[in-house]
């Protein structure tokens, strides 16, 4: 845990993210929060190099009917892992990205205490639709397959993803922006502080500009007050910090992917 912020380490448990190593991918949604939130944890296997991973795998990837403690089994990465929050003062075992930022949202103070954590999680769940959908335009027909095996289809794909879904959910996600505006909150997609809506639509942004570069480019000024946001985030205390850490990991192979061939051409 070394190197992130401790303001708060007193009044919080040791939290684990359990994720792959080595990539961003949906770990760093969960990442951000914690970084925004300026509250430690652990990533277990990018921080264990010798038995991290065998741990997730363990938890995360088992065949075995139960994974670990008193909890159900967990169906994949990432998840988060909670020793003594659990049953019985065991470790409490949760996966499914947008229900682990819904689970912190709250005991990492980002989301607003009325029904605007309801707002903020709406707002995670369409980010995250996106996030899924981007990463079918280089898996279209089937996620056990590789790239090279499906790449007509994915010219396909990522056609009608950048030209129609991609606009049609930053539309959304601008109008969002002013909706908040005209409540007189500012910056923010809800409410007058950072929630774990902004790092989550933030994270899509970062990633899609990433995967489609030519794309975002030629599509900035049409969503001027989103990449005002975007750009406007990346100063926010915690995020700043991190972004310029070690712990900031490239895009590779995840689910944001940069295949020339696929971004506007
Ligand atoms: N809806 C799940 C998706 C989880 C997921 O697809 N995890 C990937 C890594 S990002 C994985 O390891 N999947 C293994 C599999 O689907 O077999 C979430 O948001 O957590």
């Not at 925004?36 to 991973?53: F, I, L, M, Q, S």
């Not at 909670?82 to 996966?95: D, E, F, T």
């Not at 499906?150 to 049609?168: G, T």
Request: hydrophobic letters at 30%.
């Amino acid at each position: 845990m070394a190197e992130q912020p401790a303001k708060k380490q007193r009044t919080h448990p040791p939290y684990e993210l359990l994720y792959h190593p080595g990539i961003p991918g949906r770990g760093e949604f969960i990442r951000l929060a914690f970084e925004v939130a300026g509250v430690p944890y652990t990533d277990v296997a990018n921080e264990d190099k010798d038995g991290g991973y065998s741990t997730v795998q363990g938890i995360c990837m088992n065949s075995k009917p139960s994974s670990s403690d008193d909890n159900p089994p967990v169906f994949s990465p990432p998840a988060l892992r909670i020793p003594g929050a659990g049953r019985g003062g065991k470790a409490l075992v949760i996966a499914q990205t947008p229900n682990v930022l819904s689970y912190l949202g709250e005991r990492l103070g980002l989301v607003p205490e009325d029904e605007g954590k309801y707002y903020v999680q709406q707002l995670a769940l369409t980010a995250l639709d996106l996030n899924n959908e981007v990463h079918d335009t280089h898996h279209p027909v089937g996620v056990s397959l590789y790239y090279e095996d499906q790449k007509e289809e994915s010219l396909k794909k990522a056609k009608d993803v950048r030209e129609n879904r991609i606009p049609k959910f930053f539309s959304y996600f601008e109008r969002q922006l002013k909706w908040n505006q005209e409540d007189g909150k500012g910056k923010y997609l809800v409410g007058g502080k950072i929630t774990y809506a902004d790092t989550t639509v933030w994270q899509v942004l970062d990633g899609i500009s990433f995967a489609f570069p030519k794309e975002v480019e030629a599509r900035r000024g049409e969503f001027k007050e989103l990449f005002e946001f975007y750009e406007g985030l990346k100063e926010e205390k915690g995020l700043r910090e991190y972004l310029a850490s070690e712990r900031r990991l490239p895009y590779s192979m995840g689910i944001f992917r940069h295949y020339p061939e696929l971004d506007r051409q």
